[in-house]
């Protein structure tokens, strides 16, 4: 097992280093498999805890429940994983205080643990409610929110609904917009996004990439 700390940008820091910040996250492997993110937040705006645990099919979801409801740390459960072209599929379990379940989601990691997909849905129906996102990287950096290029947002119908240019990399920094003038942009800028091979990024669903590649 072991324990990497990490800041609000995701960067790796030290104990030393983490205690001294407002806020920062404890992230726990276990063969090489991440396990638990422990949340800590301290200050006006970030006070609290909150934990994400891993459970694998060998643990009892009420144990872990009981282990880390404490009456002020809001935990969420990920479970039954599917692993699909390198990615993982986890079913998210939300409770707030008194175990009482709060919130349902769907996400995807790739090989990285960098979410590539998440939404809510509806705790007793499953389908879909609020705003999904999918996350594109570039692939040339190493941490996880300088690597991030674009979020595409998707309706509660699986449709795309807006293009968001997430570091400002192709100067977009007017928010959100929708596909056509995204690649309508791209063109003009002459960095034409070739939106035919990333056909992941059309819909919502399905939630698993088909294909190694985005």
Request: glycine share 8%; charged share 20%; proline share 3%.
């Amino acid at each position: 097992m072991s324990i990497i700390y990490t800041n609000e940008e995701g960067l790796v820091i030290n104990k030393q280093q983490a205690l001294l910040l407002p806020s920062y996250y404890i992230n726990t492997y276990e063969n090489n498999n991440r396990k638990k993110i422990e949340y800590t937040g301290f200050g006006e705006n970030n006070t609290g805890r909150t934990i994400q645990y891993y459970l694998s099919p060998a643990e009892n979801k009420n144990q872990i429940l009981e282990t880390y409801s404490d009456g002020k740390t809001g935990v969420s459960i990920y479970l039954n994983a599917t692993n699909q072209n390198g990615f993982t599929l986890w079913n998210s379990e939300g409770y707030g205080l008194g175990k009482i379940l709060k919130r349902k989601e769907v996400v995807v990691y790739n090989s990285k643990d960098w979410e590539v997909m998440h939404c809510q849905i509806d705790i007793n129906t499953g389908e879909i409610i609020g705003r999904g996102e999918k996350w594109y990287y570039g692939n040339q950096f190493p941490n996880q929110f300088d690597d991030l290029l674009l979020i595409f947002h998707y309706g509660t119908d699986s449709q795309l609904k807006e293009v968001q240019d997430f570091n400002y990399t192709y100067g977009l920094e007017m928010g959100s917009v929708q596909l056509d003038y995204f690649l309508s942009y791209m063109h003009s800028i002459q960095q034409d996004f070739p939106w035919d091979q990333h056909p992941y990024f059309h819909m919502l669903t399905p939630y698993l990439p088909e294909s190694i590649n985005l």
